[in-house]
């Protein structure tokens, strides 16, 4: 999978792209990472990207040309390829949208800055604008950097065995159970014994308990949608 991004800030990504599980999927050439300059693709000395709003008010928009151009000059390497702007008027990003972009071959992000972008790119070259929540970002690159890094994750290969998908929350729809490791006591707290018994049985069960717990405690919106198995719902009232 290749994610092209668009930024007037492209040293943000640096660390994140070499470092950890995207570091390791770049280095094998699972993910390919290009960043674009948008201030490249801005004309004049002065290569100037942003300018006052029409209609007055406070704030400054990104003009629609550099980023336009920017746009024209990223190779498509296939029909599935997605064009998306991080914008807090988008779809909210969750881990279903992170399965469907998975499956493109290419994720063109465009971050913007400043009060946004003018509309005219969005009509013309943007097919999906998407949001990582409901709070207000300096930019779109932490947004992106969040994008890239759910979905890199899902393409095949990028997980080791070590880390793998399938015990992850959101996968069922539910939160995780609690972890521990060594040591077995740490400042006077013990680890719980089910986990010491190495019965297998009872350490599933005992998990699955702790996830439904902890997900109808917390986050009980997210029981609507989880994936829940018969023995689910019997523990599930039996919680209630
Ligand atoms: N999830 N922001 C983008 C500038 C902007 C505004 C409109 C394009 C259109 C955000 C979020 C977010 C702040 C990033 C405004 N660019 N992005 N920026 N929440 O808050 O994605």
Redesign the pocket.
């Given at each position: 999978m290749r994610f092209d991004v668009l930024t007037l800030f492209p040293d943000l990504f640096a660390p994140f792209v070499e470092q950890g599980v995207m570091g390791r999927a770049v280095q094998q050439g699972k993910l390919v990472v290009r960043l674009t300059n948008i201030r490249d693709h801005a004309r004049g000395a002065h290569r100037v990207t942003d300018d006052r709003p029409y209609g007055g008010g406070s704030g400054m928009v990104m003009k629609a040309g550099p980023i336009v151009r920017a746009l024209s000059g990223v190779e498509r390497i296939s029909d599935r390829c997605r064009v998306v702007?991080?914008?807090?008027?988008?779809r909210l990003f969750n881990q279903d949208l992170a399965w469907e972009l998975a499956d493109l071959d290419q994720l063109i992000l465009v971050c913007?800055?400043?009060?946004?972008?003018d509309e005219r790119v969005l009509e013309g070259s943007v097919d999906q604008e998407?949001?990582?929540?409901d709070?207000?970002?300096?930019?779109?690159e932490a947004?992106a950097l969040v994008v890239m890094d759910a979905v890199g994750r899902l393409v095949p290969g990028v997980l080791g065995s070590e880390d793998s998908n399938r015990d992850d929350s959101f996968e069922d729809g539910l939160l995780e159970h609690p972890h521990y490791t060594r040591p077995r006591v740490f400042e006077g707290r013990e680890v719980p014994e089910v986990l010491l018994s190495g019965d297998h049985e009872r350490i599933r069960v005992w998990r699955r308990v702790q996830a439904l717990k902890r997900t109808l405690d917390r986050r009980p919106d997210l029981l609507e949608r989880a994936r829940l198995t018969e023995e689910d719902k019997k523990i599930l009232s039996d919680l209630a």
């Open positions: 702007l991080l914008t807090p008027q988008g913007g800055r400043y009060e946004g972008v998407i949001s990582i929540g709070y207000v970002l300096s930019g779109g947004a």
